[in-house]
């Protein structure tokens, strides 16, 4: 049997067994020899490295490719948090619910404990962008027929 150095295979498999061995910048550019990237791996290498910026680009474009991936779900969320991505971990957690949702919520609410962010503000915010996005969510249903950008906006109640 003759190997092809082209193989995404080997290039993936290498990139593997350097992670293992925690030689994570040489895990990265076997990754990224490979022609079909696998962008969990490449993510994972890079949130280790710090780079937590392309590690986060990295799992947005694995789970372009497979949304349904737990695994890659489970490794954005930590990723988000370690970036302290706090929107954008809101946001994918208004995609959960039941156990899921209270698996990432306990996570987040450790993780703000952990870092010293000051739980009541947190709280706060994310209260209201979970709010905003349950209300954006009832106005699609009311009106299948508009995208997203031409949904009426919420009445202030407030100002009447």
Do not use: W
């Not at 156990?99 to 947190?122: P, S, V, W």
């Not at 209260?127 to 954006?136: D, F, I, P, T, Y």
């Amino acid at each position: 049997m003759k190997l092809n150095s082209n193989d995404s295979r080997i290039h993936t498999n290498i990139g593997c067994i350097y992670y293992l061995q925690e030689k994570y910048e040489d895990a990265v550019v076997s990754f990224l020899k490979a022609k079909d990237v696998n962008q969990n791996n490449l993510a994972l290498a890079l949130m280790k490295l710090g780079n937590l910026e392309y590690s986060n680009l990295a799992f947005e474009e694995a789970l372009l490719m497979d949304p349904g991936n737990m695994d890659i779900v489970n490794n954005y969320m930590l990723c988000l948090l370690n970036a302290k991505m706090f929107p954008k971990y809101v946001k994918m957690l208004s995609n959960f619910s039941g156990k899921q949702y209270e698996k990432y919520k306990t996570l987040l609410n450790k993780f703000i404990k952990a870092c010293g962010i000051h739980q009541d503000e947190m709280r706060s915010k994310l209260r209201g962008n979970l709010a905003n996005n349950m209300k954006k969510e009832i106005r699609k249903v009311d009106h299948p027929e508009m995208e997203e950008e031409d949904l009426p906006k919420e009445e202030n109640k407030d100002s009447e």
